[in-house]
């Protein structure tokens, strides 16, 4: 198991040096949402670009740890270019996987099923699973995730 764990740290620490999607994207079109830890000084901006309820474009900045970082930019890779259906279902799978979500409906619509949690389903987010063993880094990883359903809430109402 080392040699897997292993893996899942050079994912984050890649990722973490080497962040997808950052920068902005000009607003309007795009909507923006900033979050915040206060505990730990964390701070994300998202940018989306959603067209014909398909989010076309995410970028993504901020400062914060590794891990934070890194679930940010994991998160632009496993949503970008998805229908709003299934940037919804990677969410709330994401939140699953981080022991957050029960099975109830996140987003105030249809019940929106899991898919099972592995490497085939969740892709490199796997990487993140490790988090769960540090309750203190779970709202580290999960911040750029919350900031994504509040930019998605602001697309909607506007």
């Avoid at 923006?32 to 994300?44: K, R």
């Avoid at 880094?137 to 602001?154: D, F, G, M, Y």
Wanted: aromatic share 6%; with cysteine; glycine share 6%.
């Amino acid at each position: 198991m080392s040699g897997l764990e292993d893996l899942y740290r050079e994912i984050i620490l890649d990722h973490y040096k080497n962040p997808r999607n950052h920068g902005t994207l000009p607003t309007p079109p795009a909507v923006m949402e900033q979050g915040y830890n206060p505990l730990c000084g964390d701070e994300v901006r998202v940018y989306l670009l959603i067209e014909d309820e398909e989010l076309k474009d995410i970028r993504i900045e901020g400062q914060g740890c590794s891990i934070s970082r890194s679930s940010a930019s994991l998160m632009t890779t496993a949503v970008k270019g998805k229908p709003l259906s299934e940037v919804r279902r990677a969410v709330k799978t994401f939140k699953k996987m981080m022991a957050l979500e029960e099975d109830s409906d996140l987003y105030g619509e249809e019940i929106i099923p899991f898919e099972p949690i592995n490497e085939r389903t969740v892709g490199e987010l796997i990487a993140l699973q490790g988090v769960v063993k540090f309750p203190v880094r779970i709202k580290c990883a999960t911040l750029p995730w919350n900031t994504l359903v509040q930019a998605l809430e602001s697309a909607v109402q506007s």
